[in-house]
């Protein structure tokens, strides 16, 4: 497809469990970004590459938190030891150019439930 | 640091009537501004932006905002909403110096009524 894909929908795991979400960008998108949004909430910035380089990662929660983008295309969120805290839609989005002004095109997200 | 604060969590309207969707911002350094709208279970899709130049900005859809740089606001407009308005709309703030951390707000339901 054209649009953002992220796989899993839906990721049940229990407490504890590393989980893996991945991102697919449109293809050719410079820069990928991810967000965490917890329910009733908007997305809160996560972390920012532009094509294989993280260039913030300040809004990572925790050191259990950690993203790469290998080769400036798909990139994986990982979360280890989840806590129920981590329950939360996970975006990811893309945009074609270095990001300044740039829209940025959304996935519909992959729903992690920790129990 | 960048803050967006939508003044309303709910919106109610009936169908055919104008609607209006406040967002105020606070920021050190100048921004870019974003309306998104989210469907359930699905991601952020983009209205408007406001980059530079008229401070009108028509977006998809029907719907305007208009940029008040000294009331640091971005309302969004739409003289006729339809019940397929109904949605969650978010706006957001993104600083010319970091393009790529934009800041939401927690969001206004739209819901429309026959």
């Known amino acids: 497809g054209a649009g953002v894909s992220q796989s899993p929908r839906y990721k049940v795991a229990k407490r504890g469990q590393d989980v893996a979400l991945r991102c697919d960008p449109i293809s050719g998108h410079v820069s990928l970004f991810w967000y965490q949004q917890a329910l009733g909430q908007g997305p809160e910035f996560l972390t920012y590459f532009q094509n294989e380089a993280q260039l913030d990662k300040s809004g990572l929660p925790s050191d259990r938190f950690f993203a790469e983008r290998p080769e400036g295309s798909v990139s994986t969120l990982k979360i280890q030891r989840t806590q129920q805290e981590d329950s939360a839609v996970y975006l990811c989005?893309?945009?074609?150019?270095?990001?300044?002004?740039?829209?940025?095109?959304f996935g519909d997200g992959t729903r992690l439930s920790i129990l | 640091a960048q803050s967006v604060t939508q003044l309303d969590s709910q919106v109610p309207v009936f169908e055919e009537a104008p609607v209006e969707l406040r967002c105020n911002y606070s920021?050190?350094?100048?921004?870019?501004l974003f309306w998104y709208v989210q469907y359930p279970n699905q991601g952020l899709q983009l209205l408007l932006k406001y980059l530079s130049g008229s401070t009108l900005v028509k977006g998809i859809n029907g719907f305007e905002a208009e940029f008040n740089k000294s009331q640091t606001s971005f309302h969004l407009r739409k003289p006729s909403v339809h019940i397929s308005d109904t949605a969650e709309y978010f706006c957001?703030?993104?600083?010319?110096?970091?393009?790529?951390?934009?800041?939401f707000g927690d969001g206004t339901t739209l819901t429309v009524k026959p």
């Open positions: 957001a703030v993104s600083p010319y110096t970091n393009a790529g951390k934009s800041t």
């Open positions: 920021s050190s350094v100048s921004v870019y």
């Open positions: 989005a893309s945009s074609p150019y270095r990001g300044q002004g740039q829209p940025q095109h």
